[in-house]
């Protein structure tokens, strides 16, 4: 199983930015994964952001920190995950990361995921 995370970027405090992961592998069902983002400061623990579970239109989780402003999204195409950041803000930058979790259900927890991509650089200037 193979996660690419993209989207990433340098935007300013208060712009959008849409952060795509697909996901790939020939046993890889992806309909039935729940797939999450993750972020990392520096000097940071790796901090859950947003998780979807594995059904079209499926249940999703928010950490308290984005509720309100992300929105995790199963998206159009074929295997891929979104995550709309809106009103970014200088603490949200930080390497995002997507996973797949080996389970239908949505989680906050890390160690519920078993596949992780190689991540996408977010950088909010003030």
């Known amino acids: 199983v193979q996660l690419q995370a993209s989207g990433g970027g340098l935007v300013q405090a208060g712009d959008s930015l849409t952060l795509s992961c697909a996901a790939s592998?020939?046993?890889?069902?992806?309909?039935?994964?729940?797939m999450g983002w993750f972020r990392q400061a520096p000097g940071k623990e790796r901090e859950f952001v947003a998780s979807?579970?594995?059904?079209?239109?499926?249940?999703?989780a928010y950490s308290d920190s984005v509720k309100g402003r992300f929105t995790i999204s199963r998206g159009s195409a074929r295997n891929t995950v979104y995550l709309q950041m809106n009103s970014l803000k200088p603490e949200d930058m930080a390497v995002y990361y997507c996973a797949a979790a080996r389970s239908s259900w949505y989680s906050r927890y890390l160690t519920d995921y078993t596949y992780w991509g190689p991540g996408t650089q977010v950088t909010v200037s003030s």
């Open positions: 592998g020939r046993s890889f069902d992806f309909d039935r994964f729940a």
């Open positions: 979807i579970s594995a059904w079209s239109g499926g249940s999703t």
